[in-house]
């Protein structure tokens, strides 16, 4: 047991930390309600090695382990959970599964200019009829010749509405179920790919999701990723490594609420003093430090586990599960402990708070967390 | 960051999880109704260091 970070840990954690307050903290707010997506902070995370936080220097990324992606994911979503998501979907969703499964030739074209953050990925596995229940697939991919055809439409999409590639994952084999589902790097400026104009949501609207519809198109046979009827797998374990990288955004925004909350609670006055040292206030402030600590460490362990190799599937989920839930709770908190101004769109815990309730959401819901870690329970 | 055990460790807790297991759990109903101090059973702890 050592709860300490290295010195190469802590060094990109600190990076992260002066980014964020440089470049992220000071426009979030305003990005969120003009809805404007940060190319400016994205590219200079491509320039900063993290947009491929743990992809090996040789395929463009900055070659640090998980625990310095969780490390960085927590720093840039406390500024910014828009940008944390754009960079989490580019790192984890699409880089990590072209690095397991990738071959060489798949690597050079499709890991090292996004791993360098020249080019934006997405990841496409959710369908208007197939969210939880991933394998209900209805988008298929038929051999012919050389290629695959694709046809089918993918919804949620993040980053879908400026990606040069998604990791896409489509039916070619019918009757096998989940077994029949394949994963393609698929080139989204494509003929016969269409996207939607981006999704309206409740928050993280700096960054866009879109639906995406394909109608014949045609993809290289060589850009199958692993082999045919793995694509379930490749889904499954990726989100693994997705959920690790949300977990760490839902620590970051809670931190962010929780630093704000602190800092408004020492200065407010009410009855002569302090609103931080009525221990209503004071108390909720200890819940939410804690719980913030103890999400970490979840996210942290996650971390490790997939930095040894090891199979981290139920500590993947507990950490997205508890990192999720305690964010929407602390955030509550935080707006809570700024009276009417938390409410306000001049300060940022609104934002916070509406950031906050995407991440029990997406990469797999509480619920969907909840049956992962029951049925390891149940099978051990 | 390394959340892993070392050897000690592991032989420390798995020493007081078969304690708990053998010696402890067993009695632990009857000692909470008739609330009886286990006074054997530290002395036993002692006993297993």
């Given amino acids: 047991m050592n709860f300490e970070l290295t010195e190469t840990q802590r060094m990109l954690r600190d990076t992260c930390r002066e980014f964020a307050e440089r470049e992220l903290v000071p426009n979030a707010r305003r990005w969120d309600e003009e809805h404007r997506f940060p190319v400016e902070a994205v590219r200079k995370l491509g320039e900063l090695g993290l947009m491929g936080v743990a992809v090996p220097e040789e395929w463009g990324g900055a070659g640090a382990d998980n625990v310095s992606y969780a490390l960085a994911m927590e720093e840039i979503s406390r500024g910014c959970a828009s940008t944390g998501v754009i960079m989490s979907v580019n790192n984890s969703l699409y880089c990590d599964p072209i690095l397991r499964y990738g071959t060489e030739e798949q690597k050079r074209e499709w890991l090292v200019p996004f791993a360098r953050g020249e080019k934006l990925g ?18 298929t991919a038929v051999r012919d010749g050389d290629h695959y055809v694709i046809n089918g439409a993918k919804n949620w999409i993040t980053n879908g509405t400026r990606a040069d590639a998604i990791v896409l994952f489509a039916m070619t084999n019918r009757e096998a179920g989940h077994r029949g589902i394949s994963a393609f790097i698929v080139d989204l400026n494509s003929p016969g790919v269409t996207r939607a104009p981006a999704d309206r949501k409740l928050g993280i609207n700096a960054s866009e999701s879109c639906s995406l519809y ?21 889904a499954m374990s990726t989100l693994d490594g997705g959920r690790i990288g949300i977990a760490a955004q839902a620590v970051g925004i809670a931190r962010a609420a929780y630093e704000a909350a602190l800092a408004y609670a020492r200065e407010r006055k009410t009855f002569g003093k302090a609103i931080a040292e009525h221990q209503a206030i004071a108390f909720m402030l200890a819940d939410m430090a804690t719980e913030i600590d103890a999400a970490r460490l979840l996210v942290l362990r ?15 989920s507990m950490a997205k599960l508890y990192a999720s839930e ?14 009417g101004y938390g409410y306000s ?3 940022d815990v609104e934002r916070y708070y509406r950031d906050s309730r995407i991440t029990e959401i997406y990469e797999g819901t509480s619920e969907i967390q909840r049956i992962v870690i029951s049925a390891n329970l149940l099978k051990a | 960051m390394d959340f892993e055990l070392n050897e000690l460790q ?40």
Avoid: Y
């Avoid at chain 2, 078969?18 to 702890?45: V, Y």
């Fill in chain 1, 122 to 139: 997405c990841f496409g596995l959710t369908e208007p009829e197939a969210g939880s229940d991933a394998a209900a697939q209805k988008t």
């Fill in chain 1, 214 to 234: 394909f109608e014949n198109v045609r993809v290289p046979a060589k850009n199958l990723l692993g082999k045919e009827g793995e694509g379930f797998k490749i």
């Fill in chain 1, 302 to 316: 996650a971390a490790a586990l997939k930095d040894q190799g090891v199979r981290h599937t139920a500590e993947s």
């Fill in chain 1, 326 to 339: 305690m964010s929407h709770r602390v955030t509550h908190k935080a707006l809570q402990i700024h009276g």
């Fill in chain 1, 345 to 347: 769109k001049e300060f």
């Fill in chain 2, 10 to 49: 592991i032989a420390i807790r798995d020493t007081a999880r078969k304690f708990a297991e053998e010696r402890l759990a067993p009695g632990a109903r009857e000692r909470d109704r008739q609330e009886i101090f286990p006074r054997e059973e530290i002395l036993e702890m002692a006993r297993w260091a």
